[in-house]
């Protein structure tokens, strides 16, 4: 469990206490409830990290709601949009392994994170990871973007950072969407509609993987 969920959580159950004992125990009720929300909503589950060569996994539990042609630094490349709703694990991973070379915080607005427009116009951490993949340099970037309920972005690698495919580097609070943008050099083997898996979930594999 992320730690933040130990803080709700506890912190509610004492209110609990509190509350039962200043009232009646029916009012108790509420606050033991939301305890218990913020205990499971800041789960953490280990994921088996898939071992093939050359594969993107999903940064987060969600659905993918678009795969869409995108600009990036004025060249062309594809985006993956999964949106993350209250009872998904809000826990982050990185998609691939390799060197962190930037870490972008971007104000913004907090918009409905299922609306196309959130992908530019909401607040938003942009991390981009280079890779080495059969021997070949690529980059991989990806953003932690707020929504309509979810106002904190949690980020705990910064430029400079190693990181491997699956490792946890941040979390999104109540409710987000992530997106993923890739170049030419990857095969996208997810469709719009699916649900990915955070850390064990392929996104895409390198085309020119054995």
Request: charged letters at 15%; proline letters at 5%.
């Amino acid at each position: 469990m992320v730690r933040d969920g130990y803080y709700y959580g506890f912190m509610l159950l004492g209110a609990a206490v509190l509350v039962g004992w200043l009232t009646t125990p029916v009012w108790a009720a509420i606050p033991m409830l939301l305890a218990c929300f913020f205990l499971w909503f800041f789960r953490d589950p280990e994921r088996a990290i898939p071992s093939g060569p050359g594969v993107i996994v999903a940064p987060a539990d969600g659905k993918v709601t678009a795969i869409m042609p995108a600009t990036w630094n004025g060249k062309g490349y594809l985006r993956i949009s999964i949106f993350l709703n209250v009872f998904d694990v809000h826990v982050n991973r990185t998609p691939i392994g390799g060197k962190v070379a930037c870490v972008t915080y971007k104000k913004g607005q907090f918009l409905v994170a299922s609306k196309e427009d959130a992908s530019a116009a909401n607040e938003q951490n942009v991390i981009t990871v280079d890779g080495v993949i059969e021997g070949q340099p690529t980059r991989v970037v990806f953003k932690q973007i707020a929504g309509l309920i979810a106002r904190r972005l949690l980020c705990y690698v910064q430029a400079g950072s190693v990181v491997e495919t699956g490792q946890r580097i941040g979390m999104m609070k109540f409710g987000s969407r992530m997106d993923v943008i890739l170049g030419p050099e990857w095969e996208v083997l997810v469709k719009a509609g699916q649900r990915v898996t955070g850390g064990s979930g392929i996104l895409a594999r390198f085309k020119g993987a054995a």
